[in-house]
């Protein structure tokens, strides 16, 4: 009595069902950003800068705080790539510290903000009511002033420095990041899941962080890539205000500063600032960009 | 409608309470003293010659002895009345100030504003209708650099090319249009395209996907199967309804505008309200900055007020709904 060969198959094959793997939708959406011409680009700026920031003393070619008054204003050439300053200090190592500078601002700005935003919104969404109203208020007044105002007002009105910086751009993030959070959370909010964990007699806090914020995490981090390089932007107009990263510090922002009055006869003191802020920025609004392609189809494209 | 716009009001008035507030205590509680600024001009010796009694006179003059609430409430009443105090630093009459400055900033802003919306919008509709040919890519490109670009870096690289390089536009400065026209206007194509550029390549961004969203839609495949012509079909059908999420930006676009006149006044060296408020903030001088926060917050305020209605206005849906 030979057993019927489809019968065999049968079991092996739910077997084979159980045996696929988790549908992964980190995978996905790594599948769709990396297959974004632009956003593997952003992504390739970004990880060069980073990597530049962290080899900084093997990538520099001098000291970026030495000056030298006998090469002041050098012309790039062999020993100096980009020339030197006024004071003779090597361009190229200065902008290769310059994205330290940046990025450390940058990353811990954004991080900041975005913690102390997306608890404001998170409990905003979850708890609604006057914890709503108080929060969305004070968002809408931090939001009323141009962002980079806010950061002015904050940053120039303490004095400038590394740290007071971070706190101002951190500061001035809070409520977007808290919009955003708060958006997405109350959406969340209406899911069954949400309920189901409720029905379990989940806290409120184990609610919050278990259920509603990892559902509402990806589209925040779009808005923390963005964000970055607004922060990026800002930090820079800072520094060039002269309220930002004080000297001698090397931050691309006072590196434009200090080339303006050179523009004549060393241009590249500027301009190379300029590409440098430029390219970070650019790097990661094209991450950002393919981050949210990758991560909702709906707003493939938006702004 | 009306109650809407009231409801609107109201709540503008008491975010704009709120942003003061805020700046107030702020400005009250870090550290720094303007009035070692006013007494001394950033002598270092003098202040340390100041007596503790003229010191405590000063304090007394200006109101910082009292307790920060009936500071601001003092300084609320006084604004309510048409008064914004005098300058620590520049010991002027901030309102005449203000008056001289805003309207520079505000001349430019505008054209800079109209120019950005407008190029904007229309490369995104051009993006959009010939998606994926050489202008689309060209348009996106240009739309990416414009938001990436700083500010101060567009403006220093214009000087390079326009002023030092090319030789046909002066390089900074400020003269009414009303005194020489041509030399103001010369003056100002650099900081206008400064201003604009971003503005425009996050308009052009915008309009561009919201363009592609709409042009998907079932309503646009009906008008192309009656058989309208594409004119008709992109003005009424598709940009009337991209239109929608373009208009909620506007707002933030003036935000945006102002934020860039602190660095275009500073770059091109215009004495507006941008280059006043920057000053005043390295001199910590409280009082223009009270004001100018309280100018710039009740623009940017009063056009997402404007936008908000024009919003409901164009989409009923929203009015109905209560609209947030």
Redesign the interface.
């Known amino acids: 009595m030979a057993e019927n060969p489809e019968t065999k198959v049968k079991p092996v094959d739910t077997e084979s069902v159980s045996v696929i793997p988790r549908h992964s939708e980190w995978r996905r959406v790594a599948r769709v950003f990396f297959g974004r011409r632009l956003a593997l680009i952003g992504f390739i700026i970004v990880m060069t800068l980073v990597l530049t920031a962290i080899f900084a003393p093997w990538i520099a070619t001098h000291d970026p705080y030495k000056t030298d008054l006998r090469n002041k204003l050098a012309k790039p050439g062999r020993e100096h790539f980009l020339g030197t300053d006024a004071t003779g200090r090597d361009t190229f190592s200065r902008i290769v510290y310059g994205a330290r500078t940046s990025l450390l601002i940058g990353i811990t700005s954004v991080g900041i903000s975005g913690a102390i935003g997306m608890a404001m919104g998170l409990a905003a969404a979850y708890f609604g009511g006057w914890v709503f109203a108080i929060i969305m208020r004070f968002t809408d007044a931090l939001m009323a002033l141009p962002g980079i105002i806010l950061v002015l007002l904050i940053a120039g009105l303490v004095g400038g420095g590394i740290e007071i910086v971070i706190f101002a751009l951190a500061f001035g993030g809070i409520a977007p990041q808290c919009r955003l959070m708060c958006g997405q959370a109350l959406s969340i909010k209406q899911n069954d899941y949400v309920l189901a964990g409720r029905a379990m007699g989940m806290g409120n806090l184990r609610m919050m962080l278990v259920q509603i914020f990892p559902n509402a995490f990806p589209p925040l981090l779009v808005g923390m890539t963005m964000g970055m390089g607004m922060v990026v932007l800002a930090e820079a107009g800072l520094s060039y205000l002269g309220i930002g990263v004080m000297p001698p510090t090397p931050s691309w922002g006072g590196m434009v500063n200090n080339g303006q009055g050179y523009l004549l006869t060393n241009p590249e003191l500027a301009l190379a600032s300029i590409a440098a802020i430029m390219l970070m920025v650019f790097g990661f609004n094209m991450a950002g960009d393919g981050l949210r392609d990758a991560i909702d189809p709906k707003l493939r494209g938006a702004f | 409608m009306t109650a809407y716009i009231i409801r609107r009001l109201i709540m503008g008035v008491?975010?704009?309470l709120?942003?003061t507030?805020?700046?107030f205590l702020?400005?009250r509680l870090?550290?720094?003293d303007p009035l070692i600024v006013y007494m001394s001009g950033f002598d270092i010796q003098r202040v340390n010659r100041i007596g503790s009694e003229q010191y405590q006179a000063m304090l007394h003059q200006f109101g910082l002895d009292q307790p920060i609430a009936v500071q601001y409430y003092q300084w609320l009443s006084k604004i309510l009345q048409g008064d914004l105090g005098e300058s620590i630093k520049l010991r002027e009459n901030i309102a005449t100030l203000m008056a001289e400055r805003m309207p520079r900033t505000a001349y430019i802003g505008f054209i800079a504003f109209i120019i950005g919306t407008s190029l904007g919008i229309a490369a995104g509709v051009v993006c959009a209708l010939r998606r994926g040919t050489w202008m689309d890519n060209v348009a996106t490109l240009l739309a990416?650099?414009g938001?990436?670009?700083?500010?101060?870096?567009l403006g220093?690289?214009l000087?390079?090319l326009f002023s030092?390089k090319l030789g046909w536009l002066p390089t900074s400065g400020w003269t009414s249009p009303f005194e020489d026209f041509w030399l103001s206007t010369k003056q100002l194509i650099m900081p206008i395209i400064c201003l604009s550029v971003g503005g425009m390549g996050?308009m052009c961004?915008?309009t561009?996907?919201?363009m592609?969203?709409v042009m998907r839609q079932d309503y646009v495949r009906t008008a192309w199967a009656k058989g309208l012509r594409e004119r008709v079909i992109v003005v009424r059908h598709q940009l009337k309804n991209a239109m929608i999420p373009i208009i909620t930006?506007l707002g933030g676009a003036i935000?945006?505008i102002?934020?860039?006149s602190?660095?275009i006044e500073?770059?091109f060296a215009i004495p507006g309200m941008g280059r006043l408020?920057?000053n005043a903030?390295?001199d910590?001088d409280y009082q223009i900055?009270q004001a100018g926060?309280l100018l710039?917050?009740g623009i940017?305020?009063f056009s997402?007020l404007v936008v908000d209605i024009l919003w409901a206005w164009l989409d009923p849906r929203i009015r109905y709904t209560g609209g947030g």
């Open positions: 008491i975010i704009l709120l942003v507030m805020i700046v702020f400005m870090l550290p720094g990416n650099t938001i990436t670009i700083p500010v101060f870096g220093i690289l000087i390079y030092y996050g961004r915008l561009r996907s919201c592609l969203e930006v935000g945006g102002l934020g860039g602190v660095f500073t770059v408020m920057t903030v390295f910590q900055v926060v710039f917050g940017v305020i997402n």
